[in-house]
């Protein structure tokens, strides 16, 4: 934690010593981010209220070594010709927050979005009944949360929160059908996890609320696990084209579904194009699918191989034609300006 007169100090000049953590939490290694040279006028910290005003899509990051390696945002962002204005982490539940992490996104004019995951990682299985929404809902984590709370306070600068994503699926332990969880337990979670930060004053939090994408093989009733408007800023989605021949087949059935109960802005919240020979096709489909959707206002590119956790090789940057086709899609679409100009 730090006090608000230090802040303006950590984006002009503080030494970062961030440690080595799992994968999933806040990645570090080679090339971790310089500070950046004092300036003569340090930078206005901007409200939460003009940073969700901000008109243009938002072109988000989430790689292994974001937020700290200034080295791999800018070589990610070269290939992309253009800097993310939004860089998402992992943290998971028992972590501390980091305020370092904050002052290392804004350094790179980036709003920073904590992946906030009430669990203790993969390894500890789908279910986790130590992190049963029930025992949140209870106030055994309380203390946690009003610690967190309180730093991303104090710190002051605005912090985005997806909290608990992709709830609507079975393979998380805050899902209604693990860890002993029941049905309406999502809901009275997040409710009172947003609470204790309105009740400590941590009003500087962008609250996104992140489901699954629906898919045309399952039925899912999204509309029982939102927390409501007063409780949620942007309305997110995850959602990868895998099978999908258009970025229409990913997305429309959720965009519908959020429709009926919501007109929060949207954010996709992670997304990647499957590799292979259409890899960069889906890529310029997917940039013109965001531009007949104006209320999709900022995705966040999950630029991660297999080998690095993602499962299957979702980075843009890795042939000329997937890097060449983004390139275009980005500069064909209307970009929102960084947070800090």
């Known amino acids: 934690m730090i006090v608000n007169g230090l802040i303006l100090a950590l984006l002009t000049g503080w030494i970062l010593k961030p440690s080595a953590t799992d994968t999933g939490d806040i990645a570090t290694g080679p090339g971790k981010l310089r500070p950046r040279?004092?300036?003569s006028a340090p930078p206005q910290i901007p409200t939460k209220e003009q940073i969700l005003a901000q008109q243009g899509l938002r072109f988000g990051l989430s790689a292994p070594q974001v937020p700290w390696s200034r080295e791999e945002v800018d070589r990610i962002a070269t290939s992309a010709g253009a800097r993310p204005a939004m860089l998402q982490y992992?943290?998971?539940w028992g972590q501390e927050f980091r305020p370092d992490a904050v002052t290392v996104s804004y350094q790179q004019n980036a709003l920073p979005i904590i992946s906030w995951e009430p669990w203790d990682?993969?390894?500890a299985g789908e279910s986790q009944p130590k992190y049963a929404l029930r025992h949140v809902i209870?106030?055994?984590f309380d203390q946690y949360i009003t610690t967190f709370a309180t730093g991303i306070r104090d710190q002051r600068w605005p912090v985005a929160i997806r909290l608990a994503h992709e709830m609507n699926g079975t393979w998380y332990p805050w899902s209604e059908s693990r860890s002993g969880n029941r049905r309406g337990d999502y809901v009275r979670f997040w409710r009172?996890?947003?609470?204790?930060?309105?009740?400590?004053?941590?009003?500087n939090v962008i609250w996104i609320w992140s489901p699954n994408i629906v898919l045309p093989s399952t039925r899912s009733n999204l509309y029982t696990l939102y927390p409501g408007d007063a409780y949620v800023d942007w309305a997110g989605m995850v959602g990868y084209a895998?099978?999908?021949?258009?970025?229409?087949?990913?997305y429309d059935l959720t965009r519908t579904a959020l429709r009926t109960f919501t007109q929060k802005p949207i954010v996709i919240t992670e997304t990647g194009v499957r590799p292979g020979s259409g890899q960069a096709a889906l890529i310029t489909d997917f940039f013109g699918w965001l531009g007949r959707n104006p209320d999709v206002v900022g995705f966040v590119w999950f630029e991660y191989?297999?080998?690095?956790g993602g499962n299957q090789d979702w980075r843009f940057t890795t042939h000329a034609d997937t890097a060449a086709a983004f390139k275009a899609g980005l500069q064909a679409v209307g970009l929102a300006p960084p947070p800090v100009t």
């Open 37 to 39: 040279p004092s300036a």
């Open 90 to 92: 992992f943290v998971k």
């Open 121 to 123: 990682g993969i390894d």
């Open 138 to 140: 209870e106030g055994e």
């Open 192 to 203: 009172h996890v947003h609470d204790i930060f309105t009740q400590v004053g941590a009003t």
């Open 242 to 250: 895998t099978r999908e021949r258009s970025a229409g087949q990913v």
């Open 305 to 308: 191989s297999d080998e690095e």
